[in-house]
């Protein structure tokens, strides 16, 4: 049981960190996206957008650790459905918690994520798979080490 949660923990923290690297890039770089992954988390914990330096790395880790509990569920679910094909099923499981944020989001009114560009709601959605392919990789290869 202890090793589940340390695969989760990891899998769900390197996902979690290569997942933000192209939603920087979209956000901050092409400035094509409205909103990143750490922006929801601080729009959860503030109540608005994150104000400076501080507020965005609280934020940050935040949205680190929220997936790092996506991985343990993930690493719980593998193995009490007994699904075999990591990488597919941790694609879907990407995709699905992508869309229960959004619908979420859309239930509750929270206005300040409700209103998305196309290139938002794309990308956002693009990078949850591929988290929760990075994710199925991980846990796949996490099974096979001890640590």
Known sequence: ?????????????????????????????????????????????????????????????FEIVFSILLGTIFVYLVERLNLKRRLLWGALYGGIVWFAIRAAVAGFQIKALLHNNLATSAANSFNSIIYGLILGFLVQYFEKKTF
Not at 20 to 46: Q, R
């Open 1 to 61: 049981m202890e090793q589940k949660i340390i695969n989760g923990v990891l899998a769900g923290t390197i996902a979690g960190i290569l997942k933000d690297v192209p939603d920087s890039i979209f956000h901050n770089v092409l400035k094509k996206t409205d909103l990143t992954f750490w922006d929801y988390a601080g729009i959860v914990m503030f109540g608005r957008h994150p104000h400076g330096f501080w507020e965005t790395c609280f934020s940050f880790f």
